[in-house]
């Protein structure tokens, strides 16, 4: 069985309904972070990222924000769909290093 | 287009023994790395390389080996496995760098008993 994945926080949704899964990251002097999807039994899917000059960015029924002062990252997925059951972690990143965030399983009910 | 493969996909072994991960990438990227993951645990960074030839230790690397011959080959050598070892073994491929987005295999999941 998937033994990764346990212990983590968990959000648990309606399909339809919009999802906000949080990643809050350490290093003040991390400029860039990425959002991974990790479904079951594979391996971590970019989904979309963002450099620190900017609050916010779009992707296709995606949408990350990014809050410097509370070192604060967020995940908006729209219309939750079945397919979007997985565990989402963010990566943060600054000069020759990169640190990955545990993530939050996300679940969606039909 | 597969994209990054790693066999074996399950592997149990006994402590003591060795065994090598492989892994390949079809891609033609120069910036490869290997990543453990542990419950409850985000990834963390065992080797990587920045191309054939050369190789680099990351946040996790003893009890580790790896090598660089071809642009496509990055395999993962356990030199005497420990029951510390047991965990998630992904390998990623990037055109961008070691600290870019990484394009990753499905993994090993690997016992040490």
């Known amino acids: 069985g998937e033994s990764v994945g346990l212990h983590l926080p968990t959000l648990s949704v309606q399909e339809g309904d919009n999802s906000i899964i949080n990643c809050a990251y350490s290093n003040s002097a991390s400029d860039y972070f990425i959002w991974y999807k990790q479904e079951s039994g594979k391996g971590p899917q970019f989904i979309i990222d963002i450099r620190s000059n900017m609050d916010k960015r779009q992707g296709q029924r995606v949408t990350v924000l990014l809050n410097k002062t509370v070192k604060h990252l967020s995940l908006q997925i729209a219309a939750t769909q079945p397919g979007d059951s997985a565990v989402y972690f963010c990566?943060?990143?600054?000069?020759?290093?990169?640190?990955f965030g545990a993530g939050t399983r996300l679940t969606v009910k039909p | 287009n597969a994209g990054v493969t790693q066999t074996p996909k399950f592997q149990v072994l006994k402590t003591g023994q060795s065994m090598t991960l492989q892994c390949a990438q079809d891609m033609n990227h120069e910036y490869m790395s290997w990543y453990r993951q542990d419950p409850g645990m985000g990834l963390r960074l065992i080797h990587y390389?920045?191309?054939?030839?050369?190789?680099d230790q990351g946040e996790v690397p003893n009890g580790y080996n790896v090598s660089r011959s071809t642009t496509e080959d990055f395999p993962l050598r356990l030199l005497s496995a420990a029951p510390s070892q047991t965990s998630v073994y992904f390998c990623?491929?990037?055109?961008?760098?070691?600290?870019?987005?990484?394009?990753f295999g499905d993994g090993t999941r690997l016992s040490i008993l």
């Open positions: 390389s920045v191309g054939a030839g050369i190789t």
């Open positions: 990566a943060e990143i600054r000069i020759n290093d990169m640190r």
């Open positions: 990623a491929s990037s055109s961008e760098g070691v600290h870019q987005p990484q394009h």
